[in-house]
Protein backbone atom coordinates (compact mmCIF):
# COMPACT_ATOMS: atom_id res chain seq x y z
CA UNK A 1 0.00 0.00 0.00
CA UNK A 2 0.95 3.72 -0.39
CA UNK A 3 0.08 6.45 2.30
CA UNK A 4 1.09 10.44 1.16
CA UNK A 5 0.27 12.96 4.06
CA UNK A 6 0.81 16.30 3.43
CA UNK A 7 -1.14 19.66 5.22
CA UNK A 8 -4.54 19.99 4.46
CA UNK A 9 -4.38 23.92 4.24
CA UNK A 10 -1.57 26.84 4.68
CA UNK A 11 -2.13 30.67 4.40
CA UNK A 12 0.63 32.92 3.25
CA UNK A 13 1.06 36.27 2.13
CA UNK A 14 1.77 37.96 -0.75
CA UNK A 15 5.98 38.42 -1.82
CA UNK A 16 6.59 35.54 1.22
CA UNK A 17 8.16 32.17 0.72
CA UNK A 18 6.14 29.15 2.09
CA UNK A 19 7.08 25.66 2.51
CA UNK A 20 4.58 22.79 1.76
CA UNK A 21 6.38 19.16 3.07
CA UNK A 22 5.03 16.10 1.65
CA UNK A 23 5.71 12.15 3.93
CA UNK A 24 5.06 9.11 2.02
CA UNK A 25 5.23 5.43 2.83
CA UNK A 26 5.24 3.41 -0.27
CA UNK A 27 7.08 0.47 -2.02
CA UNK A 28 8.50 0.41 -5.36
CA UNK A 29 9.41 3.72 -5.17
CA UNK A 30 10.30 5.75 -8.35
CA UNK A 31 9.87 9.62 -7.85
CA UNK A 32 7.54 12.21 -6.61
CA UNK A 33 6.12 14.71 -8.59
CA UNK A 34 4.53 18.49 -7.42
CA UNK A 35 1.32 19.54 -8.73
CA UNK A 36 -0.58 22.70 -9.21
CA UNK A 37 -4.40 23.19 -9.52
CA UNK A 38 -6.53 25.67 -9.51
CA UNK A 39 -9.84 25.27 -8.68
CA UNK A 40 -12.21 23.96 -11.31
CA UNK A 41 -9.14 23.50 -13.54
CA UNK A 42 -6.83 20.06 -14.48
CA UNK A 43 -3.27 19.49 -12.60
CA UNK A 44 -0.84 20.92 -14.08
CA UNK A 45 2.73 19.98 -13.65
CA UNK A 46 5.45 21.81 -11.48
CA UNK A 47 8.68 19.23 -10.37
CA UNK A 48 9.42 15.60 -10.66
CA UNK A 49 12.51 14.46 -7.80
CA UNK A 50 13.93 11.26 -8.50
CA UNK A 51 17.14 11.32 -6.81
CA UNK A 52 17.51 13.38 -3.35
CA UNK A 53 18.73 16.83 -3.30
CA UNK A 54 17.11 20.32 -4.28
CA UNK A 55 15.75 21.07 -7.72
CA UNK A 56 14.87 24.82 -8.60
CA UNK A 57 12.82 25.88 -11.27
CA UNK A 58 12.38 30.03 -11.17
CA UNK A 59 10.28 31.18 -8.13
CA UNK A 60 9.71 27.08 -7.50
CA UNK A 61 12.10 24.66 -5.89
CA UNK A 62 10.86 20.79 -4.74
CA UNK A 63 13.28 19.11 -2.42
CA UNK A 64 13.80 15.31 -1.89
CA UNK A 65 14.82 13.19 0.29
CA UNK A 66 14.21 9.32 -0.27
CA UNK A 67 15.33 7.64 2.86
CA UNK A 68 13.05 9.65 5.35
CA UNK A 69 10.17 9.82 2.82
CA UNK A 70 9.75 13.18 2.44
CA UNK A 71 9.60 15.90 0.45
CA UNK A 72 8.89 20.01 0.19
CA UNK A 73 7.40 22.44 -2.44
CA UNK A 74 9.16 26.13 -1.63
CA UNK A 75 7.34 28.71 -3.22
CA UNK A 76 9.11 32.30 -3.19
CA UNK A 77 8.03 35.62 -3.88
CA UNK A 78 4.13 34.61 -3.68
CA UNK A 79 1.74 36.08 -5.79
CA UNK A 80 -2.12 35.81 -5.69
CA UNK A 81 -2.26 33.97 -8.35
CA UNK A 82 -0.26 30.90 -6.56
CA UNK A 83 -3.71 30.43 -4.57
CA UNK A 84 -4.39 26.72 -5.70
CA UNK A 85 -4.01 23.25 -4.43
CA UNK A 86 -0.71 21.78 -4.50
CA UNK A 87 -0.53 18.02 -4.70
CA UNK A 88 2.15 15.54 -4.27
CA UNK A 89 1.80 12.48 -6.33
CA UNK A 90 4.20 9.56 -5.67
CA UNK A 91 5.30 7.13 -8.93
CA UNK A 92 5.68 4.08 -8.28
CA UNK A 93 5.32 0.82 -10.73
CA UNK A 94 3.13 2.22 -13.34
CA UNK A 95 1.05 4.25 -11.60
CA UNK A 96 1.23 7.79 -9.84
CA UNK A 97 -0.64 8.41 -6.72
CA UNK A 98 -1.89 11.85 -5.53
CA UNK A 99 -2.04 12.74 -2.12
CA UNK A 100 -4.94 14.34 -1.28
CA UNK A 101 -3.74 18.02 -1.47
CA UNK A 102 -2.44 20.69 -0.05
CA UNK A 103 -4.88 24.16 -0.46
CA UNK A 104 -2.69 27.36 -0.34
CA UNK A 105 -4.39 30.99 0.17
CA UNK A 106 -2.40 34.12 -0.17
CA UNK A 107 -3.27 36.87 1.48
CA UNK A 108 -2.30 40.57 0.05
CA UNK B 1 1.13 20.79 -29.56
CA UNK B 2 1.34 20.16 -26.30
CA UNK B 3 -2.45 19.98 -25.28
CA UNK B 4 -4.37 17.62 -24.54
CA UNK B 5 -8.26 17.92 -25.58
CA UNK B 6 -11.11 16.48 -23.90
CA UNK B 7 -15.21 16.29 -25.22
CA UNK B 8 -17.34 17.33 -23.97
CA UNK B 9 -16.46 19.93 -21.37
CA UNK B 10 -19.93 19.37 -19.81
CA UNK B 11 -22.31 15.94 -20.01
CA UNK B 12 -25.60 15.25 -17.94
CA UNK B 13 -26.57 11.51 -18.38
CA UNK B 14 -29.42 9.60 -16.77
CA UNK B 15 -28.30 6.52 -15.26
CA UNK B 16 -30.23 4.58 -18.10
CA UNK B 17 -27.99 6.46 -20.58
CA UNK B 18 -24.75 5.50 -22.31
CA UNK B 19 -22.22 7.74 -23.23
CA UNK B 20 -18.66 8.45 -24.20
CA UNK B 21 -15.65 10.36 -22.80
CA UNK B 22 -13.22 11.68 -25.54
CA UNK B 23 -9.07 12.17 -25.18
CA UNK B 24 -7.27 13.22 -27.76
CA UNK B 25 -2.98 14.25 -27.82
CA UNK B 26 -0.90 14.65 -30.37
CA UNK B 27 2.24 14.68 -28.25
CA UNK B 28 3.25 11.43 -29.39
CA UNK B 29 2.91 9.93 -26.07
CA UNK B 30 2.48 6.08 -25.84
CA UNK B 31 0.49 6.28 -22.03
CA UNK B 32 -2.67 7.61 -21.22
CA UNK B 33 -4.57 7.88 -18.24
CA UNK B 34 -8.07 8.26 -17.27
CA UNK B 35 -8.60 9.58 -13.57
CA UNK B 36 -11.77 10.17 -11.58
CA UNK B 37 -11.98 13.43 -9.29
CA UNK B 38 -14.33 14.34 -6.98
CA UNK B 39 -14.54 17.98 -5.50
CA UNK B 40 -11.75 18.99 -3.13
CA UNK B 41 -9.92 15.27 -3.43
CA UNK B 42 -7.14 14.72 -5.43
CA UNK B 43 -7.37 12.78 -9.01
CA UNK B 44 -7.81 8.44 -8.42
CA UNK B 45 -6.49 6.73 -11.26
CA UNK B 46 -8.89 4.60 -13.17
CA UNK B 47 -7.29 3.18 -15.78
CA UNK B 48 -3.60 3.39 -17.83
CA UNK B 49 -3.09 2.25 -21.49
CA UNK B 50 0.64 2.25 -22.61
CA UNK B 51 1.30 1.42 -26.28
CA UNK B 52 -2.67 1.03 -26.72
CA UNK B 53 -2.51 -1.57 -24.13
CA UNK B 54 -4.38 -1.72 -21.00
CA UNK B 55 -2.00 -1.83 -18.68
CA UNK B 56 -3.49 -0.98 -14.93
CA UNK B 57 -7.55 -0.96 -14.25
CA UNK B 58 -8.05 -0.05 -10.76
CA UNK B 59 -11.07 -2.08 -9.87
CA UNK B 60 -13.20 0.52 -11.77
CA UNK B 61 -16.66 -1.12 -12.02
CA UNK B 62 -18.02 -2.56 -15.29
CA UNK B 63 -20.18 0.00 -16.18
CA UNK B 64 -17.40 2.77 -17.27
CA UNK B 65 -15.37 0.85 -20.20
CA UNK B 66 -11.99 2.65 -21.45
CA UNK B 67 -10.88 2.03 -24.91
CA UNK B 68 -7.71 3.43 -26.71
CA UNK B 69 -8.49 2.93 -30.74
CA UNK B 70 -5.12 4.48 -31.65
CA UNK B 71 -2.23 6.37 -30.02
CA UNK B 72 -3.39 9.66 -30.02
CA UNK B 73 -7.37 8.83 -28.81
CA UNK B 74 -8.51 7.08 -25.83
CA UNK B 75 -12.61 7.15 -24.90
CA UNK B 76 -14.23 6.50 -21.65
CA UNK B 77 -17.48 4.49 -22.29
CA UNK B 78 -20.26 4.73 -19.60
CA UNK B 79 -23.43 2.72 -19.44
CA UNK B 80 -25.91 2.60 -16.21
CA UNK B 81 -23.70 4.99 -14.05
CA UNK B 82 -25.13 6.21 -10.18
CA UNK B 83 -25.46 9.63 -9.23
CA UNK B 84 -22.18 8.63 -6.69
CA UNK B 85 -20.28 8.85 -10.38
CA UNK B 86 -20.75 11.71 -10.99
CA UNK B 87 -17.61 13.75 -10.75
CA UNK B 88 -14.82 15.83 -12.82
CA UNK B 89 -13.22 12.93 -15.22
CA UNK B 90 -9.21 13.71 -16.04
CA UNK B 91 -7.54 12.48 -18.72
CA UNK B 92 -4.08 12.65 -18.80
CA UNK B 93 -1.01 11.08 -21.18
CA UNK B 94 2.98 10.80 -21.00
CA UNK B 95 6.15 9.76 -22.38
CA UNK B 96 7.29 6.01 -21.90
CA UNK B 97 10.59 4.67 -21.61
CA UNK B 98 11.22 1.37 -21.29
CA UNK B 99 8.55 -0.55 -19.26
CA UNK B 100 8.50 2.22 -16.49
CA UNK B 101 6.14 5.05 -17.52
CA UNK B 102 7.10 7.48 -14.29
CA UNK B 103 7.07 10.67 -16.76
CA UNK B 104 5.30 13.68 -16.48
CA UNK B 105 1.88 13.83 -17.11
CA UNK B 106 0.16 16.10 -18.89
CA UNK B 107 -3.77 16.44 -18.20
CA UNK B 108 -7.33 17.98 -20.18
CA UNK B 109 -9.36 20.13 -18.59
CA UNK B 110 -11.56 17.32 -18.13
CA UNK B 111 -15.29 16.32 -18.45
CA UNK B 112 -17.40 17.47 -15.73
CA UNK B 113 -20.00 14.49 -15.38
CA UNK B 114 -23.16 14.75 -13.37
CA UNK B 115 -25.69 11.32 -13.14
CA UNK B 116 -28.97 12.32 -12.66
Known amino acids: GQNIDQPTEMTATEGAIVQINCTYQTSGFNGLFWYQQHAGEAPTFLSYNVLDGLEEKGRFSSFLSRSKGYSYLLLKELQMKDSASYLCAVSRDDKIIFGKGTRLHILP | DTEVTQTPKHLVMGMTNKKSLKCEQH?????MYWYKQKAKKPPELMFV???????INESVPSRFSPECPNSSLLNLHLHALQPEDSALYLC???????????????FGPGTRLTVT
Open chain 2, 27 to 31: MGHRA
Open chain 2, 49 to 55: YSYEKLS
Open chain 2, 92 to 106: ASSQVEGTSIPYEQY
